[in-house]
């Protein structure tokens, strides 16, 4: 399924299948065109700037759309979880449940036109970006219908054509690479901006503020989005970072802290970085956040927090239960109704997942291809310099 499809439009929120508990919300929502005002969670904390006011008005089919989207990343963790204990995912795997407000949030906000670049957390953001569940899963196994053609595996999922530019390994690389989209755009005069996504262990590093120097001194319209999950691997913030309030660490950069388990929060942010970004320059955002799941499938993510930590965020904080509880309070939809709706979701990621296991594995002779850009005729040569090994393709 692509999430596109259920992007914050209204009525576009079935499926094709129509399934009952879609068709009696759509129903509802037919005769409900109110819009519908909502305290946000937390207010924003600023840094050299105006916060923009605690409230976003929504419509009913945003809060289900809302729903629906958070709920399929949900899903999708999940099932990426047992694949990989099932040994069909192989390598690195990190999951986002948990964070899917700031995925989901922030493409409310925004079009395809604006790019997002993160690290290796990126399957939701895929989905967000209107990538589909099965590109997702076969990509995940390995296999060629994958959204990288299988050759990249968790870490490395795109989709350019949508302004995803991935998908990255490397702790903080990711951020210099997004202000060169970001460059690209002021260029290209395209009134588009770039959010270059970053944890809270990555925001310590240096080319991150090599980066914001530059975007800072040319204003170009970059947003860093610091998703603080407050765990980088197994270290907690207050081990690595002597001041953990992201949202200030640019120095005369502004900055804006965000709850980030509230998509609309989360949103309303993002609508007000992509504003400055586009007039000012370069604005970070730090969105407050947490992962269920340990850093990757290697670590169980219970040595280094207390269960009680994780239970309580889940209870108190939790993204897709926050909108459960808003679509209950404005009659809606009913909880069963909201039940069905997970269980149509959880059989279409079943289904994603059993198409997926359909596609083959990349033939060997791909094994030579996008590793260099084709027609510059790479030459491969001996030890020696002189004796001439092989010319790529
Ligand atoms: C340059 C570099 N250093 C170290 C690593 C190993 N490493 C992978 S993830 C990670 C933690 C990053 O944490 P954070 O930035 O908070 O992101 P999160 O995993 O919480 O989303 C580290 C140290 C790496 N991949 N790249
Ligand atoms: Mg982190």
Same mark, same amino acid.
């Given at each position: 399924?692509?999430?596109?499809?259920?992007?914050?439009?209204?009525?576009?929120?079935?499926?094709?299948?129509?399934?009952?508990?879609?068709?009696?919300?759509?129903?509802?929502?037919?005769?409900?065109?109110?819009?519908?005002?909502?305290?946000?969670?937390?207010?924003?904390?600023?840094?050299?700037?105006?916060?923009?006011?605690?409230?976003?008005?929504?419509?009913?089919?945003?809060?289900?759309?809302?729903?629906?989207?958070?709920?399929?990343?949900?899903?999708?963790?999940?099932?990426?979880?047992?694949?990989?204990?099932?040994?069909?995912?192989?390598?690195?795997?990190?999951?986002?449940?948990?964070?899917?407000?700031?995925?989901?949030?922030?493409?409310?906000?925004?079009?395809?036109?604006?790019?997002?670049?993160?690290?290796?957390?990126?399957?939701?953001?895929?989905?967000?970006?209107?990538?589909?569940?099965?590109?997702?899963?076969?990509?995940?196994?390995? /296999?060629?219908? #994958?959204? %990288?053609?299988?050759?990249? *595996? !968790?870490?490395?999922?795109?989709?350019? =054509?949508?302004?995803?530019?991935?998908?990255?390994?490397?702790?903080?690389?990711?951020?210099?690479?997004?202000?060169?989209?970001?460059?690209?755009?002021?260029?290209?005069?395209?009134?588009?901006?770039?959010?270059?996504?970053?944890?809270?262990?990555?925001?310590?590093?240096?080319?991150?503020?090599?980066?914001?120097?530059?975007?800072?001194?040319?204003?170009?319209?970059?947003?860093?989005?610091?998703?603080?999950?407050?765990?980088?691997?197994?270290?907690?913030?207050?081990?690595?970072?002597?001041?953990?309030?992201?949202?200030?660490?640019?120095?005369?950069?502004?900055?804006?802290?965000?709850?980030?388990?509230?998509?609309?929060?989360?949103?309303?942010?993002?609508?007000?970085?992509?504003?400055?970004?586009?007039?000012?320059?370069?604005?970070?955002?730090?969105?407050?956040?947490? /992962?269920?799941? #340990?850093? %990757?499938?290697?670590?169980? *993510? !219970?040595?280094?927090?207390?269960?009680? =930590?994780?239970?309580?965020?889940?209870?108190?904080?939790?993204?897709?239960?926050?909108?459960?509880?808003?679509?209950?309070?404005?009659?809606?939809?009913?909880?069963?109704?909201?039940?069905?709706?997970?269980?149509?979701?959880?059989?279409?990621?079943?289904?994603?997942?059993?198409?997926?296991?359909?596609?083959?594995?990349?033939?060997?002779?791909?094994?030579?291809?996008?590793?260099?850009?084709?027609?510059?005729?790479?030459?491969?040569?001996?030890?020696?310099?002189?004796?001439?090994?092989?010319?790529?393709?």
């Amino acid at each position: 399924m692509a999430l596109s499809r259920l992007s914050s439009t209204a009525g576009r929120l079935c499926s094709p299948t129509p399934a009952t508990a879609c068709s009696l919300l759509h129903r509802q929502l037919s005769t409900a065109s109110d819009t519908i005002t909502i305290d946000i969670s937390v207010p924003f904390t600023a840094h050299r700037c105006d916060p923009p006011p605690p409230t976003i008005t929504t419509t009913p089919s945003e809060l289900l759309t809302f729903f629906r989207d958070m709920a399929t990343m949900r899903r999708m963790e999940i099932a990426a979880d047992s694949l990989y204990k099932a040994k069909l995912i192989r390598g690195f795997c990190h999951l986002y449940d948990g964070q899917e407000a700031v995925a989901v949030g922030m493409e409310a906000a925004i079009t395809k036109k604006d790019c997002i670049i993160t690290a290796y957390r990126d399957h939701c953001l895929f989905l967000g970006r209107g990538g589909t569940l099965e590109e997702s899963f076969a990509e995940l196994m390995g /296999r060629r219908d #994958g959204c %990288s053609k299988g050759k990249g *595996g !968790s870490m490395h999922f795109y989709k350019k =054509e949508s302004g995803f530019y991935g998908g990255h390994g490397i702790v903080g690389a990711q951020v210099p690479l997004g202000i060169g989209l970001a460059f690209g755009q002021k260029y290209l005069k395209d009134e588009s901006v770039t959010f270059a996504l970053y944890g809270d262990g990555a925001a310590n590093q240096g080319q991150l503020f090599e980066a914001l120097n530059i975007a800072a001194l040319w204003d170009l319209p970059a947003i860093l989005v610091c998703e603080n999950n407050h765990y980088g691997m197994g270290t907690a913030e207050w081990r690595a970072a002597k001041s953990p309030a992201y949202y200030k660490r640019g120095d005369y950069v502004p900055g804006l802290k965000v709850d980030g388990m509230d998509a609309f929060a989360v949103k309303k942010a993002c609508q007000f970085a992509k504003e400055h970004a586009l007039k000012n320059g370069p604005i970070i955002l730090e969105m407050d956040t947490y /992962r269920y799941h #340990g850093h %990757s499938m290697s670590d169980p *993510g !219970s040595t280094y927090r207390t269960r009680d =930590e994780i239970s309580g965020v889940r209870q108190e904080r939790d993204p897709v239960e926050r909108i459960r509880k808003l679509i209950l309070a404005h009659d809606l939809a009913t909880d069963k109704e909201l039940k069905d709706i997970e269980k149509e979701l959880r059989k279409e990621v079943d289904d994603s997942v059993a198409k997926a296991k359909e596609s083959a594995l990349p033939d060997s002779s791909e094994l030579f291809t996008n590793i260099y850009a084709k027609g510059y005729g790479v030459q491969s040569y001996g030890a020696d310099r002189k004796e001439l090994r092989a010319v790529l393709p």
